[in-house]
């Protein structure tokens, strides 16, 4: 790790519940995005995908629902992401792509899923542009994981993901090119009683990064 954001403030309590999230979303300030992607396309052909941003209703405050990808899969095994995938020819848009694949994914039902907004579009290493589809989730609900995909879901608090003081900078030489990512680590106990470390990073922690400068604009 090079450094933290501790230098930067946290967004606002205020702005970070439900019916605030709402109006900004309703009325989006200008901003510009801080990370728009892994790489440069160089003219490769790019597919579309949507994920879900699902920001959970709970008492203490709004929760992330965030996936743990299994292990096998081809692109980014293991990983920490929102529950999303690519868009499909049926799909109407990007909001029912998310909805689509979240559902197919953890089996979290749309009736439970209200789309506030979206972020701008993320293009991954793996070649997708990724829109972020904004929702609030209001429980009870119950989900039902695709066991070939993901292997556990979990909330992590949005006070925390938006605090950059939690916003960690890497550094590494890759094809003898500096390369840097953000990180955002996380531990909580699991629901098997014991301490979990889950390494949020990559395009997770990059749009959630945007995520931070649309509250903060």
Excluded at 6 to 35: C, G, I, Q
């Amino acid at each position: 790790m090079v450094c933290t954001d501790a230098h930067l403030p946290a967004v606002d309590a205020d702005r970070l519940e439900a019916e605030p999230l709402r109006r900004r979303f309703a009325a989006p300030p200008a901003f510009a995005p801080e990370f728009a992607g892994d790489t440069t396309p160089f003219g490769r052909k790019l597919a579309p995908a949507s994920v879900l941003v699902p920001l959970v209703q709970r008492p203490q405050g709004l929760q992330v629902l965030l996936t743990r990808r299994t292990e096998h899969l081809r692109d980014h095994a293991g990983q920490i992401s929102f529950p999303g995938g690519r868009a499909e020819p049926d799909d109407a848009d990007a909001v029912a792509a998310a909805l689509r694949e979240t559902e197919e994914e953890i089996g979290l039902a749309r009736t439970a899923v209200d789309v506030i907004g979206a972020l701008p579009t993320y293009t991954t290493i793996t070649d997708y542009v990724v829109t972020p589809v904004v929702a609030l989730v209001q429980p009870p609900f119950q989900l039902r994981l695709d066991a070939h995909e993901v292997a556990e879901a979990f909330e992590v608090p949005l006070h925390f993901l938006m605090t950059p003081a939690n916003h960690c900078h890497h550094r590494f030489e890759w094809q003898g090119r500096q390369r840097e990512f953000l990180s955002m680590p996380w531990d909580a106990v699991g629901g098997d009683g014991r301490l979990h470390h889950y390494f949020i990073w990559g395009a997770t922690a990059a749009m959630l990064r945007n995520l931070y400068a649309f509250l903060r604009a």
